[in-house]
């Protein structure tokens, strides 16, 4: 009995200390940038201690990673940014060390065999579709084909299997919008393009006109399509909204399919067929209008990138989350689990979308480790939109968001479930109306509520009201570290009253302790900062986002002055009816055409997540529990 109850202190160690007993297990997720990661606990992540840390591997000091963000009842979960593809790195959990490397630069492997197509020849690319073996490079030469092409033939990590245009020589020294040799794939009678394999590569091709979506993933894993036009595919109707690009897997119900880790990128998406900017839906049956520029439906999977695309004149630009089926809940033991095959890790970034008439990005759905960051929203309804996405947490970092209709971020929340909108962080975003009807963002209207969403060090800058709060079910949301500027006599409609003076609304709400009212001066077209504007160097700092600076401090805002710009697609659209203006000139930059991201590795760390062993670190629980044991078995 003595030593029973000698050990009964250390028995009691291991409950009361999160770090050794409450976390079970750390899956890793690595991307080109960045690397999701989710923790597993014994208990309730919210009533555990869990610290993330991380850094190149044997190189300088550790980097306090963003808090984890607790999603269900034992899994919470954290995104690691600013990592350099190809680079291994080590990362701590509670002082437990876990290795991985991030994704290395995309490149494909020589072919093993090349099939060349007789220009026009529709029945001999279906016919090599069929017979597609790993490593074949089937090779389209310019011209029209026509009737819908198929490939269920997987490739492997190695050996992909690739459809691809054979790009003439004036087309490889223009940008991907620019390109007017490109083979030219359409069907009258349904999809365009299906893919519906791992492992394959389609790129330099336009897909165009088809009567269903343009390019279909179906049911995917490992697949890439890449220096692609996807144009006008499909009429709008009620019950039929078609896509330009979608991204689908099995559904709820059909674990028979799995699809993930699939990759679309420095592709020009684009509706040419524009009706003007009219915000509401298009007619029943509108010839050519194509209602989602990129989409993700049906339990797309995990690992989903969509980087670097140019996307135009739809009604949603990118839609990365899926929306069908239950919030299982925040009591829920494992949320992902309950919805399958659910998406997590998902990423939007560098992306130009312009000329939106509804959402420039739709993230309403279901996601863990959504990362939306560096994109470029030009001209829409809404820039983003939040209407409902859960359980999160959704990480929207340096985004510039312009001549906005409606609303910079609309916060919806008339939806059955409550909370709808939970742990969205939005860090370093800008966001601008030029107009003076309406507001720069809502705070949601309808029934329930929203929970855990951050705005922090963004620039709020607009000739209108900057928040209007149209609905009484809405808690205040967490505001400090911004900076805002409106010539609007009434400028804030908070949850508790309207301010028209920023420090009485700081005084009245707590809120803004580190807020800023002034002018950001900012640059019109690409709202970076300039030299002199009060948000330099007066950011708040925020573990794991901004810890790579220049000056003295970090920017408020999405430019971090003196720092490199990302590269977006360039401006130019094909030719169209003229009904839509153009958009902007001098957007930075082609997209890269040696690099782009891989088909990611099919080894157990990507695919499941974390069967990264511990490497270094203090005793496990496992151990002590073991120490316990042994001191009451010597009783």
């Not at 033939?153 to 004036?170: F, R």
Request: proline letters at 7%.
């Amino acid at each position: 009995m003595m030593a029973l109850r000698q050990a009964l202190p250390l028995l009691l160690l291991l409950v009361a200390r999160p770090g050794l007993a409450q976390v079970t297990k750390v899956d890793i997720f690595p991307s080109f940038e960045t690397a999701g990661i989710q923790i597993t606990c014994q208990g309730d992540p919210s009533s555990t201690s869990i610290t993330v840390q991380y850094r190149e591997k044997g190189v300088g000091t550790y980097v306090q990673a963003h808090p984890p963000v607790r999603y269900d009842a034992r899994h919470a979960a954290t995104s690691l940014f600013d990592l350099t593809s190809g680079k291994s790195y080590e990362v701590q959990v509670n002082g437990q060390t876990y290795s991985f490397a991030a994704r290395p630069p995309f490149s494909l492997p020589a072919p093993k065999r090349v099939v060349n197509i007789q220009a026009g020849d529709s029945a001999g690319l279906r016919a090599a579709l069929t017979a597609a073996l790993p490593g074949d490079e089937i090779r389209i030469p310019k011209g029209s084909y026509t009737g819908g092409f198929k490939l269920t033939k997987s490739g492997t990590e190695a050996s992909p299997i690739v459809v691809s245009g054979a790009l003439s020589a004036a087309d490889t020294n223009r940008t991907i919008e620019q390109r007017t040799d490109l083979p030219v794939l359409t069907n009258s009678g349904g999809v365009g393009v299906t893919l519906s394999a791992a492992h394959v590569v389609l790129q330099h091709v336009r897909v165009a006109n088809a009567s269903g979506n343009g390019v279909l993933l179906d049911s995917c894993r490992h697949c890439v399509v890449q220096h692609c036009q996807v144009y006008d595919n499909d009429d709008y109707s009620d019950t039929s909204w078609r896509f330009n690009i979608h991204i689908r897997g099995g559904g709820l119900n059909d674990e028979t399919k799995t699809a993930g880790y699939n990759l679309i990128q420095f592709n020009h998406v684009a509706d040419t067929d524009s009706l003007g900017f009219d915000t509401g839906s298009p007619p029943d049956g509108a010839s050519g209008v194509t209602y989602y520029g990129i989409n993700a439906t049906d339990t797309p999977g995990p690992g989903l990138v969509i980087r670097g695309n140019r996307v135009e004149r739809h009604f949603d630009g990118i839609v990365p989350c899926p929306d069908e089926g239950d919030d299982p809940g925040e009591s829920s033991t494992d949320a992902l689990a309950a919805r399958k095959q659910s998406s997590h890790d998902v990423e939007v970034y560098d992306n130009y979308i312009y000329f939106s008439r509804d959402d420039g990005i739709e993230s309403d759905g279901f996601c863990v480790n959504a990362r939306i960051f560096r994109n470029t929203i030009v001209t829409a309804n809404n820039g983003v939109s939040v209407a409902p996405a859960l359980p999160g947490p959704f990480f929207w970092v340096r985004n510039r968001v312009r001549d906005i209709r409606e609303g910079a971020i609309k916060i919806n929340t008339s939806f059955s479930n409550d909370p709808v909108i939970r742990n969205h962080y939005f860090y370093h975003n800008t966001f601008s109306k030029e107009s003076t009807d309406g507001y720069l963002m809502n705070l949601g209207g309808g029934t329930t509520t929203s929970k855990n969403l951050y705005y922090k060090n963004n620039i709020f800058y607009a000739g209108t009201e900057l928040v209007d709060n149209w609905g009484s079910h809405v808690p205040n949301p967490t505001v400090d570290g911004n900076l805002w500027y409106s010539t609007a006599s009434t400028q804030i409609s908070w949850t508790d009253g309207t301010y028209s003076d920023f420090s009485d609304f700081q005084s009245s709400t707590g809120q803004e302790t580190h807020g800023i009212w002034a002018d950001p001066l900012l640059d019109g077209s690409t709202l970076d900062i300039k030299s002199g504007s009060p948000a330099i160097d007066k950011a708040v700092a925020i573990p794991g986002i901004n810890h790579l600076v220049a000056g003295s401090g970090p920017d408020i805002g999405a430019h971090e002055l003196g720092q490199p710009k990302p590269v977006q697609p360039d401006a130019g659209p094909p030719a169209d009816s003229g009904a839509a203006p153009s958009p902007d000139a001098g957007v930075p930059g082609p997209p890269p055409t040696g690099d782009g991201g891989a088909v990611i590795s099919a080894t157990p760390v990507l695919e499941g997540g974390c069967s990264v062993a511990e490497t270094t670190g203090g005793p496990g629980w496992l151990a002590l529990a073991l120490l316990a044991l042994l001191l009451v078995r010597r009783s």
